[in-house]
């Protein structure tokens, strides 16, 4: 008889310290409460799926008041605060008039990290027709081109600041023409690639890490063998570690199952723990692609441990016994508090066996599409 396969993701416990913005099916972007799952849609109203972030901050101050003193002018641009329909649905969208020229607004953030990656976003549109539109300022006078329509679009860059005070600048620098634009909420953050949006009122904004879990106590888990099923929405950039999942018993410090990927070796990595122990920690030599649907699945038996990408099915060394007292199953982060997948979780699956390596093959065939 074949192996039927539990679909999880509507039953993953999902806690997060603060408030967060996501985007619904109809475009308008609102605030969650604390401790909701955040189920974004994208321009099109399709679901992106569950969004998982770590803890980040806007660093600019009046990030959404382009009125505000501490947003710089410099001479021929104008601005009119409550000028049409904002992305979050409100009549707060604020118009910028650049004359002729190379002028701008800018704002002045200090105590960055030099040398660190800095990504700057800011949704914008045409008043009409089209504009086209200057931003830089992170590393010194960089310059980015982005040309805008009627529809609201969330543009940006990221860069390595060149120095510890920065001043990130929406302008007309490249193509000096006149232009009429609307914007609302800028956002500069430390990060390879701008997070969801965090609206700041006079100091930056903070947004704490999402810590998304399943409880495996209710009888439903098979101890000794399974198959788990990810299908992910990444990312266009990472850093440093991020976790697609954990199996854990009391702690990640005890018995755990651990599949992770590392972004500078661009490799999957599994580590096994027993009784405090470290069995294995391998990396797997399978690259997945950033701002990509991925579909990954993870396989283990009392001795056996496989990953399986769109490049194939890798396997950790045999002759272990894995651990048969897990009880959490932690998906995109590590243990809540760091290493989070910083993107989408579309579905997650689970069967009671560890599936052949020709089913995982065909359920990961499609690979990053």
Same mark, same amino acid.
């Given at each position: 008889?074949?192996?039927?396969?539990?679909?999880?993701?509507?039953?993953?416990?999902?806690?997060?310290?603060?408030?967060?913005?996501?985007?619904?099916?109809?475009?308008?972007?609102?605030?969650?409460?604390?401790?909701?799952?955040?189920?974004?849609?994208?321009?099109?109203?399709?679901?992106?799926?569950?969004?998982?972030?770590?803890?980040?901050?806007?660093?600019?101050?009046?990030?959404?008041?382009?009125?505000?003193?501490?947003?710089?002018?410099?001479?021929? %641009?104008?601005?009119?605060?409550? $000028?049409? /329909?904002?992305?979050?649905?409100?009549?707060?969208? *604020?118009? #910028?008039?650049? &004359? +002729?020229?190379?002028?701008?607004?800018?704002?002045?953030?200090?105590?960055?990290?030099?040398?660190?990656?800095?990504?700057?976003?800011?949704?914008?549109?045409?008043?009409?027709?089209?504009?086209?539109?200057?931003?830089?300022?992170?590393?010194?006078?960089?310059?980015?081109?982005?040309?805008?329509?009627?529809?609201?679009?969330? %543009?940006?860059?990221?860069?390595? $600041?060149? /120095?510890?005070?920065?001043?990130?600048?929406?302008? *007309?620098? #490249?193509?000096? &023409? +006149?232009?009429?634009?609307?914007?609302?909420?800028?956002?500069?953050?430390?990060?390879?690639?701008?997070?969801?949006?965090?609206?700041?009122?006079?100091?930056?904004?903070?947004?704490?890490?999402?810590?998304?879990?399943?409880?495996?106590?209710?009888?439903?888990?098979?101890?000794?063998?399974?198959?788990?099923?990810?299908?992910?929405?990444?990312?266009?950039?990472?850093?440093?570690?991020?976790?697609?999942?954990?199996?854990?018993? *009391?702690?990640?410090?005890?018995?755990?199952?651990?599949?992770?990927?590392?972004?500078?070796?661009?490799?999957?990595?599994?580590?096994?723990?027993?009784?405090?122990?470290?069995?294995?920690?391998?990396?797997?030599?399978?690259?997945?692609?950033?701002?990509?649907?991925?579909?990954?699945?993870?396989?283990?038996?009392?001795?056996?441990?496989?990953?399986?990408?769109?490049?194939?099915?890798?396997?950790?060394?045999?002759?272990?016994?894995?651990?048969?007292?897990?009880? *959490?199953?932690?998906?995109?982060?590590?243990?809540?508090?760091?290493?989070?997948?910083?993107?989408?979780?579309?579905?997650?699956?689970?069967?009671?066996?560890?599936?052949?390596?020709?089913?995982?093959?065909?359920?990961?065939?499609?690979?990053?599409?």
């Amino acid at each position: 008889m074949a192996m039927r396969f539990l679909p999880l993701t509507d039953y993953l416990q999902v806690a997060r310290a603060s408030t967060t913005h996501v985007r619904n099916e109809t475009g308008v972007i609102g605030e969650i409460a604390v401790n909701m799952p955040a189920f974004e849609f994208d321009d099109d109203g399709r679901a992106l799926g569950l969004r998982i972030e770590g803890a980040s901050a806007n660093l600019l101050r009046h990030s959404a008041n382009f009125t505000n003193a501490i947003w710089e002018k410099d001479a021929g %641009v104008t601005v009119l605060a409550g $000028a049409g /329909t904002a992305p979050d649905g409100s009549a707060n969208a *604020t118009r #910028i008039n650049f &004359a +002729a020229g190379t002028g701008g607004i800018y704002q002045r953030v200090d105590n960055l990290a030099s040398g660190a990656t800095h990504a700057f976003a800011v949704w914008m549109r045409a008043v009409s027709g089209t504009a086209n539109i200057t931003l830089g300022g992170v590393n010194g006078a960089s310059q980015h081109g982005v040309t805008l329509g009627e529809r609201w679009q969330r %543009v940006g860059f990221a860069e390595v $600041a060149s /120095t510890t005070s920065r001043y990130p600048k929406i302008s *007309t620098a #490249i193509s000096g &023409a +006149a232009a009429s634009v609307l914007v609302w909420n800028a956002q500069l953050e430390a990060a390879p690639v701008a997070s969801s949006d965090m609206i700041s009122n006079g100091i930056p904004a903070a947004r704490t890490g999402d810590d998304v879990r399943l409880d495996l106590s209710d009888g439903w888990f098979m101890p000794g063998a399974g198959t788990l099923f990810f299908d992910l929405a990444l990312p266009a950039a990472w850093n440093g570690i991020w976790r697609v999942m954990q199996l854990y018993s *009391t702690s990640l410090n005890n018995d755990h199952l651990d599949l992770a990927y590392d972004s500078a070796a661009d490799q999957l990595r599994i580590s096994l723990r027993k009784g405090g122990q470290q069995l294995i920690t391998q990396s797997l030599y399978g690259a997945l692609v950033p701002g990509q649907r991925n579909l990954v699945a993870l396989a283990f038996d009392d001795d056996d441990i496989a990953v399986a990408t769109h490049n194939g099915v890798l396997k950790s060394p045999a002759g272990f016994a894995l651990p048969r007292n897990f009880q *959490t199953l932690g998906i995109g982060s590590y243990a809540g508090t760091a290493s989070q997948l910083n993107g989408y979780v579309r579905a997650v699956s689970y069967w009671p066996g560890r599936l052949g390596d020709d089913r995982l093959v065909a359920l990961c065939a499609s690979g990053a599409v």
